[in-house]
């Protein structure tokens, strides 16, 4: 998968920052860097000729681990109403099984899944870091190694946000029995993170270490300012005003709403990438776009926990910035991201093509802004096919009935709301070629171990 010295793309059509333009020829050298964008070229036979060329974007939230429990939490509970909170006791129960050899294997299982679907890299928000009842692993960052080992295999691009995680709630209460594999105070968490950034050594140079504050009911104020301070400039993510509860913990503990208290607080800028954010008033909503923060999206996840809508149609109207990630990862699909994200606005204010301009389709404002937001929270020199950012690249399939024929935004259009991920056929992540025909180039080993993992696990259960 290293990718060739001076490799040349020649397509028919590609997405440019500025536009659609014909005849591209995109230039990389081995390190996964575009060293020209030529417009308008000739197609010479030692080029791969492809037909539609777009730079492809980051999943900026992932649990990997929740992959493996897809589906499972779909029956009715013993409480009255089924809520994120009765799923996330299910979670809890899961989790508690897994071993380093299983997050591995299922790691490298939807991050495999993750390219087949058009993302190049991922924002992997990791929190599993100890053992069974809590007690460390001999070494502290074994997780993160486990993770970094599975990106090794699948040639992602890996931002790693190790996650500091202390208290069970906003009042500092001790972490619940499902919560133990999760705790570090600030100390510990310090130590984990070094570990992890020696473990991201032997990966390619387009890896980035970031940090992520759970959330405000996980971590207190002493904790936040601490890792506000570690990040620097690098990625901060943060879950954010989720859920109802949520908000009526935090207003309760701390006399604001979630994104009031933290805009009032921190210095909120461009490396925060705040996730969900769908529980938020007008004004927070504006407030949050004027930061030039990332909202960190995941509309499959949020539809399936019930979370509620994100404000899509006001914050994109304020400037705002945001990106798509899979987070529970029960579903991979960008298009279907998207597609939820435009359709959960039409449903809401009953309109149709909700975010869409005079200029811009709305395929295209949501595919563009999903490539550069996702860029922006990963850290990552990506979002734009130009001389300078990584190979981070998607093509479509030219024998895709729905493609037939079209050109420009109709295309984005076509591939987010008439067609799906099949479409993909291939791509590469910074300059490294993972995905071939539509499938990721270790796509049997890859799957034969999540299946020996997944039957193991199932015995457990
Ligand atoms: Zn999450």
């Known amino acids: 998968m290293s990718p060739n010295a001076g490799t040349t793309i020649f397509a028919d059509q590609a997405l440019l920052p500025d536009g659609w333009a014909e005849n591209v020829a995109v230039r990389f050298a081995q390190d996964g860097l575009i060293t020209e964008v030529q417009p308008g070229a000739r197609s010479a036979p030692s080029q791969i000729r492809v037909s539609t ?16 429990m897809a589906g499972m939490s779909e029956r009715k509970g013993t409480e009255q109403t089924d809520s994120f909170w009765t799923w996330r006791q299910i979670m809890f129960r899961f989790l508690d099984m897994l071993t380093p050899e299983d997050v591995e294997a299922i790691a490298a299982f939807v991050q495999m899944e993750m390219l087949e679907a058009g993302y190049a890299a991922v924002g992997e928000f990791h929190y599993l870091h100890h053992q069974h009842g809590g007690a460390p692993y001999d070494n502290l960052a074994e997780m993160s190694e486990r993770i970094c080992a599975a990106a090794d295999q699948t ?7 190790p996650v500091l995680y202390t208290y069970g709630g906003c009042d500092k209460r001790a972490l619940a029995a499902g919560q133990v594999r999760f705790g570090n105070d600030f100390n510990r968490f310090h130590k984990l993170r070094d570990g992890a950034a020696r473990a991201m050594r032997h990966l390619p140079s387009d890896t980035v270490l970031g940090v992520a504050p759970h959330s405000l009911r996980a971590v207190d104020e002493d904790g936040l300012r601490q890792a506000v301070a570690l990040a620097g400039d690098k990625p901060l993510h943060m879950h954010l005003a989720e859920q109802v509860a949520e908000v009526e913990e935090v207003e309760a503990a701390r006399g604001m709403r979630p994104v009031e208290w933290l805009l009032d607080q921190h210095r909120v800028g461009s490396n925060w990438c705040l996730i969900h ?6 004004e927070e909503t504006g407030a949050l776009a004027r930061t030039r923060a990332v909202a960190g ?7 399936s926990l019930g979370d509620g809508i994100f404000d899509g149609v ?19 699909s960008l298009s279907e991201e998207l597609r939820t994200l435009e ?3 039409r449903l809401r204010d009953k309109v149709r093509a909700s975010v869409a301009t005079a200029e811009k389709s709305t395929g295209r404002v949501l595919f563009d802004a999903a490539v550069r937001g996702g ?12 001389a300078g950012c990584f190979a981070d690249l998607v093509t479509l399939d030219p024998t895709a009935i729905d493609l037939d024929g079209l050109r420009g935004d109709a295309i984005l259009d076509a591939y987010i709301f008439a067609g799906d991920d099949r479409m993909v056929q291939d791509v590469w992540a910074a300059g490294r070629h993972v995905v071939a025909g539509g499938y990721h180039v270790k796509r049997d080993a890859i799957r034969a171990r999540y299946r020996s993992t997944m039957a193991a696990l199932r015995a457990r259960l």
């Open 53 to 68: 060329l777009l730079p492809a974007p980051v999943n900026l939230h992932s649990h990997a681990f929740q992959r493996a």
């Open 155 to 161: 040639g992602i691009g890996l931002t790693h946000l």
């Open 277 to 282: 954010c769908t529980q938020m008033t007008p």
């Open 297 to 303: 999206l995941c509309p499959i996840t949020e539809s």
């Open 314 to 332: 006001r914050y994109l109207g304020a400037g705002g910035r945001f990106g798509i990630g899979s987070d529970s990862n029960i579903r991979i």
């Open 343 to 345: 359709y959960s606005q």
């Open 375 to 386: 860029a922006q929270a990963a850290g990552r020199r990506s979002g734009k096919m130009e």
